[in-house]
């Protein structure tokens, strides 16, 4: 069994997230025929997982409200072309009968001769990502599989660029100018509250964020696979300042407005294995 091949690769240039509800009586059994290869990646919800290692999202409230908004199934389309996409998506949506999409959100790759892509903000997205070997156990269990924590976050971006830039530097940590960490960034810098490494154990994750932008709208889809759901807890209830009280500075323009876990099996010969 290996992982499924559209986790390790970077951000592509279009993706879509399809997160969907079972319908009464369905089960996995349409899934076994999906080919899963470098423009799918799939997810399953607790409810039907048969892994007692994933559950569902748990909703933050306080200062900070972050909900639950739990779904069965997210397909994630990996591509370059709006069009394969939509064609992809109709496809297996057909192929799907006993299930019904709830959330669709189109993302894309904001700088695309860039290696690391952009949040709408300008900062770079995903800069302490782990790489290499160090990637890999950070996004996956020993059998290959994965777990993802996936948000739709929308942003108030006119309220952020009212800021002057060296306040905006002081939300995210790092100088856009050069994406350097600044030494002397206070205590809310998103880069102070989400330090993988200051966490104990770790809290390493892999993300695959997308900008996403509708309807006069827009924001960031917050995707990141795990070896478990722990680290993504973890973020969390630092960022919303559970842990000490200080609250992210993220949360000064932006919000998230859907929140849902996911256990991407693994795969053999392009197929999911669902059962160990």
Not at 28 to 42: F, N, R, S, T
Not at 72 to 90: K, Q
Not at 163 to 182: K, L, V, W, Y
Not at 246 to 270: E, K, M, Q, R
Request: charged share 20%; aromatic share 10%.
């Amino acid at each position: 069994m290996t992982s499924q091949p559209g986790i390790l690769p970077g951000i592509p240039d279009l993706g879509r997230y399809i997160e969907l509800r079972a319908k009464p009586g369905a089960s996995l059994k349409a899934l076994e025929a999906l080919k899963i290869d470098q423009g799918l990646v799939v997810g399953i919800g607790p409810r039907l997982a048969g892994n007692d290692a994933v559950y569902g999202f748990k909703a933050l409230s306080g200062a900070v409200d972050i909900p639950s908004t739990q779904a069965d199934l997210l397909l994630w389309l990996r591509g370059n072309d709006a069009g394969e996409i939509a064609t992809r998506a109709r496809h297996l949506l057909q192929a799907l009968p006993e299930f019904e999409p709830v959330r669709v959100v189109n993302g894309f790759k904001f700088g695309v001769d860039l290696e690391i892509g952009l949040d709408l903000s300008g900062y770079e997205d995903g800069t302490e990502n782990p790489v290499d070997a160090a990637a890999n156990a950070a996004a996956f269990a020993p059998d290959g599989s994965s777990f993802l924590s996936l948000q739709v976050w929308e942003h108030d971006l006119a309220t952020f660029e009212a800021h002057p830039q060296a306040a905006q530097d002081d939300i995210f940590g790092r100088r856009r100018s050069d994406n350097e960490e600044m030494e002397d960034a206070p205590e809310f810098a998103h880069v102070k509250r989400t330090a993988q490494e200051s966490f104990t154990p770790e809290a390493f994750v892999l993300r695959r964020s997308m900008p996403w932008s509708e309807g006069g709208r827009e924001g960031l889809v917050f995707a990141a696979f795990g070896h478990s759901l722990a680290p993504f807890e973890a973020l969390l209830n630092r960022m919303a300042g559970f842990e000490d009280g200080i609250i992210d500075g993220l949360f000064t323009f932006t919000h998230p407005v859907s929140g849902a876990n996911y256990w991407c099996p693994p795969v053999a010969s392009g197929k999911l294995v669902l059962k160990g």
